[in-house]
């Protein structure tokens, strides 16, 4: 932006915004913290097939097309919306469409 460019900030929607994203943030975590107590247990049950598990976890973090895949879900929209943040007159409703395209477009954000 512009030096000494001012900028109209909507408190409430930036606080809707802020409560979105620890909503997810949280809901995720617990998702993963479930998962890792779930692969815990059964580590401790079956220290082979966990071992084994590893392997497969550590091969699927490295699958291309997984990789493609969030890349293609992520990235792009990600650059839209940092460029509709960037600009010196940032349009809203182009911003929510954007936000909006994000998760019927490639499915929700998990």
Not at 15 to 31: D, P, R
Not at 41 to 56: E, S
Request: proline residues 4%; aromatic residues 8%; contains cysteine.
């Amino acid at each position: 932006m512009n030096k000494g460019c001012t900028v109209e900030l909507d408190r409430e929607k930036l606080k809707t915004l802020v409560t979105w994203v620890a909503n997810n943030l949280k809901s995720l975590e617990s998702e993963l913290m479930a998962y890792q107590t779930a692969l815990t247990v059964f580590r401790a049950g079956f220290p082979q097939q966990g071992a084994v598990f590893d392997l497969m976890l550590e091969k699927s973090r490295q699958h291309p097309p997984l990789l493609d895949h969030m890349r293609q879900k992520y990235e792009e929209t990600l650059r839209l919306l940092l460029e509709q943040i960037s600009q010196d007159q940032a349009d809203e409703q182009a911003f929510l469409k954007a936000l909006q395209l994000w998760q019927t477009n490639k499915g929700p954000i998990n």
